[in-house]
């Protein structure tokens, strides 16, 4: 490996591109420039003054943070420490925090703002081992916390009495060096977390950018969150690697209006983006569609990446109709994360690709993808019966159901745990049939029902927007009265037959339920990434789709 971590990746990069732009990032509406030279200054004075705090080589150091640039400086100030950064998702609930804060044993905690300091001192007690906490915001003078501002100028005042502590910090960390440990979304049952290490996450970043190639004029444009590894390892690390140009959104909520500002030659995402911004261009002709699409995306775009969910095939195709190629992926947290990925000389739409350099994909006996190589975690912290069940002779088992064509593309057919089993033996991939009904204008979301039933059902949420547009006749109407209306129901069912018009008879959805409000991260309905709860979800409304079998 050209590089023996993250530190020194950074450090290197700097020492050749100097005064060239690293980050752009928003403050008081205007966009600003970081140089690669003052990226890795900000980064050892936040390393500087975490050597001062006492953190050693291997300490874990919390991050709870929404995606901004003091994330990104955190985060390699903390890996130029030698310590390990714990990402909580910023999202989370304070006991949720403090489960994994507690479990990886965090001794220093970089925060965001006042919202996220009051989540720690709702907590604190429950931390012995946290030490102090850092504030990005500024915020009023406190005791238990300090200001990213003050903590950073005090490390740079301490630089040189630290630097050679650095230096040999820097030296002595290698490949097998554990850099982060991350927790999974937990769609069932508490998160686990996984240890990545340096080898890991610089593999598999080195890999990816070399599976699909970013000239080194590249902008790209970050908003999937950072405490994520998809973005992390994609954007973050990626974008180290390639000495590109990278750029933080808003928000998620402003993610159209930064692509028209920075014009990205690149972005990633999840399918649930491209999904929505599909549906508001639904109902215009092929022609308007295509223009209306490559102007949201801007002139510069030169591929679309997706992952952390199964992209449906009819979303991919209609990009590529209008001149957007949208280049799919696969890997999950404990692989760092791509396994597969399509390239633009070489793709398949309707599969994730083929395994990136240096990583070996198989099929087990039971349908199961394996793979194995330098991106696979050391295991879960301070779980080894869970690692030991996860990877076996250096194979690590996904917990996904797929197939390898000739040419080595790797294609999802499900997941182990969430394929429904009928009453009549029948076997059905949820996803496949949720995929089809969301690949509808008029529906926004779907969970299909059915373990152990004779027949599947549904929850629908429509796009609302969508659907007054087709029925004008209710477009008045509140969207709790419509999700009754028997004309709104008459118009789901033939939607819906229609959608799944090419499955077996048993793949068939027979009854659905209309909802009126979306699946969501507050509601703990989605993981971060966006991925359904399925048991979440369902549990809520377990009554309602009893009730639909017994009519």
Known sequence: MEFRNLAELLRRQAERLGPRVALRYKKHGLYRDLTWAAYHEQALACASALVAAGIRPGDRVGLLAENRLEWLLADMGILAAGAVNVPPHAPLTAAQVQYQLADAGVRWLFVSSAAQLHKIRQIRTQLPELRGVVVFDAHPAADDAQSWSGFVQRGRHQLAENQQELQRREQRLGPDDLATVMYTSGTTGNPKGVMLTHGNLLSNALASDQASHRPPDAVLLNWLPLSHIYARTVDHYLQLAGGLVLCLADSAETLVQNLGEIQPTHLSSVPRFYEKVLTTVATLSPEDRRKRLKA????????????????????????????????????????????????????????????????????????????RGPHVMRGYWNNPEASADAVHDGWLHTGDLGRLDEQGFLFITGRKKELLVLSNGKKVVPTFIEGLLIGDSCIDQAVVHGEGKNFLTALIVPHWANVKKELPELADAEEKTLARHPALRAFFEKRIAQAVKDVSPWEKVKKFIVLTEPFSVAAEELTVSLKLRRNVILNRHHQTLEALYQD
Request: proline share 8%; aromatic share 8%.
């Open 296 to 371: 949201i995306f801007g002139p510069r775009i030169d591929w679309l990446g997706s992952g952390g969910a199964p992209l449906p095939l009819q979303v991919a195709q209609a990009f590529a109709e209008a001149g957007l190629l949208i280049l799919q992926g696969y890997g999950l947290t404990e692989s760092a994360p791509v396994i597969s990925f399509n390239r633009k000389e070489s793709y398949k739409l309707d599969s994730v690709g083929q395994a990136i350099p240096g990583v070996e994909i198989r099929i087990g006996p039971d349908g199961e993808v394996l793979t």
